[in-house]
């Protein structure tokens, strides 16, 4: 038998099955979620357990005897802390492939960043969207002081994944049409009814800017002068119905009502896209100096779907805590995460066949530049 158990809650899902595909070679997997599951095919190091996320003794049960717990399961803000503070109780270390602001709040209230250690954010947005920016600050910049990030896709939508992104829109987890300057929260000014075409995407989209506390974390901790998130919209309808979701979510976010909206809202979605066709994107630039001259660079990261990068940086927080050497605390996953080992194991698993750094000109100075050549990692 292996030596640590982890223990992941939602591991059948679109993330959880990602992280527990790569963690099941060096670790005891305790998988938990209510229905029984529909791949026996598991080797004699895997355990199953019935768990409820809304129900305390289920999840003391569940967490009792593992050495990490990885939370996959959702909605996010819904679920809450309350797979945190069974962990907690449990003496196992915490991963949240989500949580934001709201779980880091609710944690240090508790005082329980004193008892245990956590890693939230701990997926693809958030999580891998701070941790690109920090790996290309570190790889090419002597200082920073500009960060865009162009986030969007054609990607099928999980119940729970679209359940979290109206709750976040609804409940503070960002603000729309709104960026980051000068140590502030403003708004961005920029307007964009029609669709427009953006570097690294393969068509023109509606775009947002949409800073959220992840971003504004991350140009605290780079000391940036400014930070912008962009949504990429592809499809006007999809972009209407989900405005109408949240408004409705607003007056009334009771558990019927949300069903109810999250049901539709996600039928729509999956509806709407060729299950063929699917693709996710997401577009890096950064501007700073190098030898006091100003330079700008871009990352452009592909993939078939979002969920496999937050399966990876979810397996890689795991490995993260059983290192054993990070204090009590509660940490995103760009504040405890190496940089260099997610490009690497998203270069491994090939998440993504190749990252590419390109040298862009700087924005004051695009109308007289042309693009330079490309850089290969």
Known sequence: MKSSVVGILGYEGSVGRIAMNLLKESYTIRGGQRSFPKNKEYNVDFQWMKV????EDSLDNFCSGCE???NCAGPSYCIGDRVATAAQKAGAYYVDVFGGDF???SLIEKNYNKKGTFIIS???FPGLSAIIPCWLANQCFENVEKLEIFSGGIEKSTWSACADVLLSSVSGFGTPDSMFR???IIKSNHEYEDKVFIPGFKQEAYIQDFINYETVKLARTLNLREARWINIINNKLVKDIMAKACGRLIIDKSREVLNETVSKVNDLINMSIDTNK?????VVEMEGTIDKEKKRKRVILRCSNSYEFSGIVAALAVERVLEGDIDNGVYWSFECLDSNKVIK?????KAVERINIIDIPPKESESNLEEMEEGML
């Open 345 to 349: 194991k998203l270069l491994k698993t």
């Open 103 to 105: 779980l880091e709040k």
């Open 52 to 55: 409820d996320a809304y129900d």
């Open 278 to 282: 699917q693709w996710y994107t997401m």
């Open 68 to 70: 990490v717990i990885l």
């Open 122 to 124: 701990a997926g693809n």
């Open 182 to 184: 000068d140590g502030s």
